[in-house]
């Protein structure tokens, strides 16, 4: 014991021992379990591998529990030592590493990269950042906030120390995972060294497997005997008067129009003869190319009036999603009519109740979900997702709404629809659907989905429209505006007025076969045109 409490007092580091196991004692027993795969880095010395040791033995002696790694835990900042963690590890990825002093003079510091927040995050963005250089950080303290691909995340530091450089300062975009954006230091008279500070490029948290082979420095000068002194010598003369240079496209523009190319003389490399070329010659003849454009009064083309708007990280993945889904997933689609007039009456009835207790109303997007989920409860097939081994059907009927926000679109998610009342249902819907147009929603609030329900009907009057997948779901419920029509009658008067909402599911056809996709429309259309059986 005197041998360790002279290691721990040797660092200042090691002093906060004790906050490292309280945030993420189960990261650490993990990595030094005996069922874990871990590799010491070769340049770590070997006094840190022995107190990494003792800080692990410290662990499972002080009887904290093994095994049991937090997969939403967001707390940052927590330096790898050298290990690399086995691929079964699904904690918070972590991207610091730990510096020693260096041939340049730099004292101790922690490198803090870019953390995956998500499993679908690839790069991030700097929202802002909270701490400024030279500010003392201590644990649990917020450094910055971090946009992911769904959304932004406050990253925590997990160590005393102090911000000594910021590498990725506010507003930086698109950057990779692992990629180092500020340095931290023990001592504050420290913080000066790393004024001019700058990443190395194996430092920069580029993955190895795209580090390039060390090409053969001998390319380059092959490529020099290539302009040899005889062409070098040869000067890009202007065309010959026998000869006129031309694009195939200009030729092409000259012979419909009849233009002789001897009278028009070429703007492009060496005089060649372009396209813009045969246009300003027409113009000036006052002849219209192969389509009126927009002129000014000078005869010039009208430039574009436009802007360019940057992408959102959620736009981004969104589009990238979407794109897989569209390309990867079979679609095939099934609309049905449902009569909701039963749905409105007792939705009114219920609102009325709602309003004299002060509760708050229920839509009809709150029906159509909880209609959903006992729909996928009846028919489980429908809630299941296509792996290349096996069909997964989940127990759990999980909902995702999409919302739409100025940042793009999310899909916040309802769990345990099924189970839950429509008041319970609508309350989730409002607080979810404010989170994410205020762009703050947590990963559990959209993740682990089995099914989505998109409704441009209500909100925007859209009659009927297909949706895309949201992978790895296997399907889809896109819900149009309800519209009155009139039907024939059964009673003396021939007909009368019923109001109808037009529903297309859209299915995954390596999972959901034609006639099990009818059979769920069939369930979802029997609690529409029913309401009363969905309190049962």
């Known amino acids: 014991m005197a041998y360790a409490s002279r290691i721990i007092n040797h660092s200042k580091k090691l002093r906060n ?49 093994r095994n049991n790694c937090s997969r939403t835990t967001m707390r940052l900042g927590i330096p790898t030592g050298g290990v690399a963690y086995s691929r079964e590890l699904t904690c918070s990825q972590v991207q610091s590493r730990r510096g020693f002093a260096s041939d340049a003079g730099l ?42 691909d769904k959304a932004t995340v406050e990253m925590e530091c997990m160590e005393e120390g102090y911000l000594a450089k910021i590498i990725k300062g506010d507003g930086s975009k698109e950057i990779k995972v692992g990629e180092i954006i500020a340095i931290t230091v023990e001592e504050e008279e420290d913080i000066a060294k790393f004024k001019d500070y700058s ?49 195939p496209l200009a030729r092409k523009m000259a012979e419909d129009h009849k233009v002789p190319l001897s009278s028009i003389k070429g703007t492009g490399p060496d005089g060649r003869i372009v396209k813009a070329d045969i246009e300003d010659y027409l113009a000036s003849r006052g002849k219209d190319v192969s389509a009126p454009t927009p002129k ?56 009325s109740l709602l309003e004299a207790s002060g509760g708050k109303r229920i839509s009809v997007n709150d029906l159509v979900i909880k209609a959903a989920a006992l729909a996928l409860r009846k028919v489980p097939q429908c809630n299941s997702s296509w792996t290349d ?59 682990g989905g089995t099914f989505t329900v998109s409704n441009l009907g209500g909100p925007f009057g ?8 949201n992978p790895p779901q296997s399907g889809i419920l896109a819900v149009g505006s309800a519209e009155k029509r009139v039907i024939p009658s059964s009673g003396p008067e021939q007909f009368q007025f019923a109001s109808f909402m037009s529903v ?33």
């Not at 010491?40 to 040791?53: G, T």
């Not at 953390?115 to 649990?140: C, F, H, Q, Y």
Request: glycine residues 4%; contains cysteine.
């Open 504 to 536: 297309t599911l859209s299915c995954d056809h390596r999972v959901i076969d034609g006639a099990i996709g009818a059979e769920w429309l069939k369930a979802f259309k029997g609690y529409i045109e029913n309401p009363e059986s969905m309190l049962l």
């Open 17 to 65: 021992v004790p906050n490292l196991l309280r945030h993420d004692h189960a990261v650490l027993v993990r990595c030094f379990s005996n069922g874990a795969q871990s590799s010491v880095c070769k340049s770590e010395a070997a006094e840190r591998e022995r107190v990494s040791k003792f800080v692990a033995c410290n662990h499972v002696s002080s009887g904290l529990p």
């Open 107 to 148: 004292p101790p510091h922690q490198e803090i990269g870019m953390p995956s927040l998500s499993p679908t995050m690839t790069e991030g963005n700097i929202a802002r950042w909270l701490k400024k250089e030279g500010d003392k950080v201590n644990p649990g303290e917020v450094l910055c906030e971090v946009e992911t």
């Open 462 to 469: 859209i009659k009927q429209f297909c949706a895309i997948i």
């Open 199 to 247: 990443p190395s490029t194996s430092d920069s948290g580029a993955p190895a497997a795209k580090e390039p082979a060390a090409p053969p420095p001998k390319q380059e000068p092959v490529q020099q005997p290539v302009s040899s002194p005889e062409a070098k010598s040869k000067p890009s003369s202007p065309p010959s008067e026998d000869r006129l240079f031309a694009s």
């Open 296 to 351: 000014t009064k000078d005869g010039k083309l009208e430039a574009l009036d436009y802007v360019d708007i940057p992408h959102s990280q959620i736009r981004k993945v969104t589009a990238s999603r979407l794109l897989i889904s569209k390309q990867t997933i079979p679609h095939y689609y099934l609309t049905v009519d449902t009569c909701v007039d039963k749905l409105l009456d007792l939705r009114s009835q219920l609102n």
């Open 389 to 447: 081994d096996y069909i997964r059907q989940y127990n759990n009927v999980n909902i995702n709404v999409a919302v739409q926000t100025e940042n793009g679109l999310y899909v916040p998610v309802i769990r345990n629809a099924d189970k839950k009342g429509l008041s319970s249902i609508s309350s989730e819907v409002k607080q979810l659907a404010q989170k994410a147009k205020e762009n703050s929603p947590k990963p559990e609030d959209y993740e």
